[in-house]
């Protein structure tokens, strides 16, 4: 119990006012005490011997008057083994125990351990007594599903230390020490299986930060070939409500060719994380044999979970998932929807009446969102290897206007956007990737001649498209309207997939540049009709061929038989005459 | 503590009052007494010593001697069988002739789901609506609203889906409703036999601001108890967008900064934890939430039901008495619609794009371009769907609707022209 005891004077939604009079720090976690409740809370603002908290819960019953525990701890997760899997609220709270505990509803007040105290690890140490290691290097490891856990020298430590005392391997709690590091000065510090590390605090403990060059497959080809996202790079996906922001990430994580995804729902529908969370343990990842679930973790705080702990949802996915890569993973963060976090800081700097900027968003909106984004990145590790956290995160954009604060200031600083279209939504043309207005300044998985070359042609086909609705079809060329009727193809062939086939669905890096390879043979063959009907008509056949062709499975008999079906239909208007 | 009574008011400010008080806890009811007779008001921030409450009736008549008792506890709504066929106001005081209602009171508004116990959806509510079923297929435990101008038949389209849908209970919270509407459902209800298993919260447009407020919250308590005794439970409710705008007025009496057109900054927490008491509980019963969202000025964008959209899982856009193809949405079809009939999806993908086509040739034909081929089958698809698939008066299964596709399909088009992959158009395409 803590000695530093303050009294409320104000309660305004979440926020409370609390007069103290021994020291208080900035953002250190703080309890309200309700009666036989502890009100979990966290100092935003500090002006003289008034502190102003904003609680993680509702406020409900709260009285002037009540007294409020400071902790002198900054608002910190669990680090160790047993992560994997897990489903956490923002503040890592693991809700299938709660609702072991509690039932069908959360109880405010109720807090448990994020890894539980009395599973025993097997760890086996890595060290031995007066090897020197720095903050970050490896200690032991312990098997955790699919990898093994590498139990590390506690993040905080500054400079050498010499190891003074090494368990030996044995089956061990988080709690328990595994090794006494001494340094210099002879100063010890114990090193546990667990650590505990303040979230809003970037884990640093890597020889440098790469630059992110290698791509991350997603399976989808609007992404991977034309919109590529990188290792350790950052990504948006802003678009109005319904145009495919949740569906996409959801994809993404059942894909992403990583190891390990964390997925922060961030302050939208339960339901939706419902899905992740009872579909994951019945799929099996093909690229480990196992269930999906086993490479996940889910941080939760939807809607109408408190509004406090939606922010500190984003900070916690993207430490566990710093956490995950200091052990040379590779890490993907989703985050649906950031616009959700940065409304709770609207929430409360509206209450601390500060001056507002642009939509009432903080004026430090901008610095927060950048600050978050940077911590994506690969790192080269002090072990040599490589780790690297690659964060995406959807924007939900009031009115469906990019103009608006949150995408701005997300697209100042990801390296790609990827930009959902109303009309390409209300079209069914899924995923509704805008392919004009969408970028990434990472490599394709295809050649990057070749993108350009479809790209230019759907845009050249847009602008066929936009004139025709001023000349009419009679008004244009028929090499033109062959152009238009391509860069249609592109889109209804390429572009869109089918998130409910199961081979259309994901597509390895080696189909797309096998299939992309063939796209852009039939874009560079001069085609020839008699007529605009004829030519119509002959890519209606050929887009119901190449749909029929994506939901063959790569290279069976029948996508060879399909190809050759298309081969042939394609021979028979190519014009060999140039 | 016990009913302490405090009689100098400091400050009145549209519905909100301010006195001195202590002991009192964040959300606390009072009783306040003024010239025109007994409100109830709620606790809504507290400072230092001064109390800031929201009187339920409004500001007016309040005066600075008006007799503030705090009732120890917060806001609570009766629950028993015995609300089945009865009537209330905003702040639960019978509406009907019926006796009040004071026995096992529960607590409003209170926590949320836990995420970990909620289940995947899984079974279609049928409505017999074409647009609906096999378009935008609704699921139990969804919450959908219907976004629509004034003068729409929205209220009906509402009334015509609870009456179909296969539920136990029907909550209703009206919000500003007319006095029309209010009698419009009441009779629909009766008509139908559907009174007895319903129970309706009618804030009327009459009514004080403050008590529309209330209404979501005191409706879904009701609806959830009902679904904890293994009842599925359909809650409607009309208007949310008045709600939202009484929410408006109170934050601006408070001086909040609004963030968009004058509405407050959490607009969205605020819908949300109302739209996110739609659940199906697992091994018990179930909330589904229809809602009604008018949009002033038709327009998608405003804070209303921009937000809502975020929030709900998808919406009905009600326009020319017709629900439309786009911005209709419904996110949980596919929870179900691969459970139907092997063509389901592929006749909802399709005749959505090809009408979409449609409405392009209709431009191209307003501008006065000759009509190819291609054009005029649009122009003959085109209508048929309007006609035969958007209309809501109907009532058919949503197999037969689908046949429907099918012959609409063949009337106009070849199999490849619709994309429809081979093997279903080999089983489904109309013969002869
Ligand atoms: N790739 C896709 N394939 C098929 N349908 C999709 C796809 N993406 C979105 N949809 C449809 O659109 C609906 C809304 O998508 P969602 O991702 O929830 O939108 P957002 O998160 O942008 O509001 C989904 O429920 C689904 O019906
Ligand atoms: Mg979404």
Redesign the pocket.
């Known amino acids: 119990m803590s000695e530093n005891i303050g009294k409320i004077v104000g309660v305004n939604g979440n926020l409370l006012k609390v007069e103290f009079n021994m020291p208080v720090i900035q953002n250190e976690v703080a309890y309200a005490c309700v009666g036989d409740l502890r009100l979990k809370a966290e100092v935003i603002r500090v002006r003289g011997n008034n502190a102003e908290l904003q609680v993680f819960e509702s406020t409900t019953g709260v009285k002037v008057g009540d007294p409020v525990e400071f902790t002198g701890d900054l608002l910190s997760v669990e680090l160790g083994p047993g992560l994997l899997t897990q489903v956490f609220d923002g503040l890592q709270n693991p809700l299938p125990a709660l609702a072991e505990q509690c039932g069908f509803f959360l109880q405010r007040g109720t807090y448990l351990k994020a890894l539980p105290r009395d599973v025993k690890w097997a760890y086996t140490p890595a060290l031995k007594v007066g090897d020197v290691v720095v903050a970050g290097d490896t200690i032991g490891t312990i098997p955790e599903g699919l990898f093994a856990h590498r139990v590390m020298v506690p993040f905080k430590l500054r400079g050498k230390w010499t190891v003074d005392k090494a368990a030996p391997a044995g089956d061990y709690t988080v709690e328990e020490t595994v090794a006494v590091l001494k340094d210099e000065k002879g100063n010890t510090a114990d090193a546990k299986i667990m650590q505990i590390w303040p979230v809003k605090m970037p884990i640093k403990c890597y020889a440098e930060r790469l630059r992110p060059t290698e791509s991350m497959a997603t399976k989808l080809r609007t992404i991977d070939t034309f919109f590529p996202v990188a290792k350790g790079g950052t990504f948006c996906v802003p678009?109005?409500?319904?145009?495919?922001?949740?569906?996409?990430q959801q994809?993404m994580s059942r894909n992403a060719e990583v190891d390990v995804v964390i997925i922060a729902a961030c302050g939208e529908r339960a339901g939706?994380v419902v899905e992740t969370l009872r579909e994951f343990p019945e799929l099996t990842d093909p690229r480990t044999g196992k269930s999906l679930m086993e490479r996940t973790i889910i941080i939760c705080n939807t809607s109408s979970m408190p509004v406090g702990a939606r922010g500190a949802s984003v900070y916690t996915g993207v430490t566990l998932a710093e956490y995950y890569r200091q052990m040379g993973l590779h890490v993907l963060l989703l985050a649906?929807s950031t616009s959700r976090w940065a409304q709770a800081l609207r929430e409360m700097s509206g209450r601390l009446e500060e001056i507002p900027g642009e939509e009432a968003f903080p004026a430090y909106l901008e610095s927060v969102i950048a600050a978050f984004y940077e911590r994506g990145g690969v790192v080269r590790l002090n072990n040599g290897t490589t780790g690297s956290v690659t964060i995406g995160g959807?924007v939900?954009p009031a009115g469906g206007n990019f103009e608006e604060p949150v995408t701005q200031a997300t697209l100042k600083v990801v390296g790609a956007f990827h930009g959902?279209s109303r009309s390409r939504?209300d079209a069914?043309r899924?995923?509704?990737i805008d392919p004009l207005d969408s970028w990434s300044k990472y490599p394709s998985v295809v050649d990057q001649d070749n993108v350009a070359t479809a790209r230019k042609l759907l845009r050249d086909g847009n602008e066929v498209g936009q004139m025709m609705k001023v000349v009419g079809e009679e008004g244009t060329s028929i090499d033109n309207f062959v152009v238009y009727l391509k860069s249609e193809y592109v889109d209804a062939t390429y572009l869109q997939?089918?998130?409910?086939d199961e081979v259309d669905s994901s597509n390895s890096v080696e189909r797309q540049e096998y299939v992309f390879g063939k796209l852009l043979g039939m874009l560079k063959t001069k085609l020839k009709f008699a007529s605009k009907d004829d030519a119509r008509s002959f890519f209606h056949k050929l887009t119901q061929a190449c749909r029929d062709w994506n939901s063959n499975a790569f290279q069976s008999a029948e996508f060879k038989q399909t190809e050759e079906q298309m081969g042939k239909m394609l021979a028979e208007v190519s014009d060999y005459a140039e | 503590m016990q009913n302490k009574v405090y009689h100098r008011i400091e400050q009145i400010t549209g519905s909100v009052i301010v006195v001195k008080a202590d002991g009192v806890i964040n959300g606390e009811l009072a009783q306040v007494e003024a010239a025109h007779g007994m409100s109830l008001a709620q606790v809504i921030r507290l400072e230092n010593e001064n109390v800031y409450l929201q009187v339920f009736a409004g500001g007016r008549g309040v005066s600075t001697d008006t007799k503030v008792r705090f009732l120890g506890r917060t806001m609570q709504v009766p629950f028993s069988e015995n609300l089945l066929g009865r009537i209330f106001t905003g702040s639960g005081v019978p509406r009907d002739k019926g006796p009040a209602i004071t026995e096992n009171m529960i607590e409003i508004g209170g926590p949320s789901v836990n995420p970990a116990k909620r289940i995947i959806p899984r079974n279609m509510v049928r409505t017999g609506i074409p647009m609906i079923d096999l378009f935008n297929t609704l699921v139990e435990s969804q919450k959908l609203p219907i976004f629509s101008v004034a003068g729409e038949p929205y209220n009906e389209l509402l009334a015509q889906i609870a009456l179909q849908a296969e539920v136990d209970v029907i909550v209703l919270g009206g919000m500003g409703l007319k006095h029309d509407d209010y009698l419009f459902f009441r009779d629909k209800l009766d008509e139908s036999g559907a009174l007895s298993r319903s129970v309706m919260f009618v804030h009327t447009a009459s009514d004080p601001t403050v008590e529309c407020l209330l209404v979501p919250d005191i409706a879904l308590a009701v609806a959830e108890k009902f679904a904890l005794q293994d009842k599925r439970v359909l809650v409607l409710l009309t208007d949310m967008t008045n709600f939202a705008d009484s929410m408006k007025e109170v934050a601006i009496t408070m001086e909040q900064i609004p963030s968009n057109r004058g509405y407050p900054g959490d607009l969205y927490s605020q819908l949300a934890s109302r739209y996110e008491k739609a659940v199906d509980f697992e091994g018990s019963g179930s909330i589904t939430i229809l809602a009604v969202t008018t949009m002033p000025g038709d327009d998608v964008t405003h804070p209303v039901p921009d937000n809502t959209g975020?929030i709900t899982e998808?919406q009905f856009y009600l326009k020319n008495g017709r629900i439309e193809p786009f911005g209709s949405?419904?996110?949980?079809?596919?929870q179900v619609n691969n459970r139907t009939r092997d063509d389901h999806r592929a006749i909802m993908d399709t005749m959505i794009q090809l009408y979409s086509s449609f409405k392009e040739t209709l431009e191209k034909q307003s501008m006065g371009f000759r009509m190819s081929d291609w054009d005029s089958k649009l122009l003959k698809y085109g209508e048929r769907f309007e006609a035969e698939m958007m209309t809501i008066t109907v009532n058919v299964p949503l197999e037969k609707a689908l046949d429907n596709g099918w012959r609409i399909l063949a009337d106009c088009f070849h199999p490849s022209e619709t994309g429809i992959a081979t093997k279903l158009t080999d089983k489904f395409w109309p013969k002869g």
């Open positions: 678009g109005p409500f319904g145009a495919g922001k949740t569906v996409l994809i939706e649906d959807t939900s959902l939504s069914r899924y995923p509704a997939q089918n998130a409910f | 975020y998808g949405l419904s996110r949980l079809k596919q």
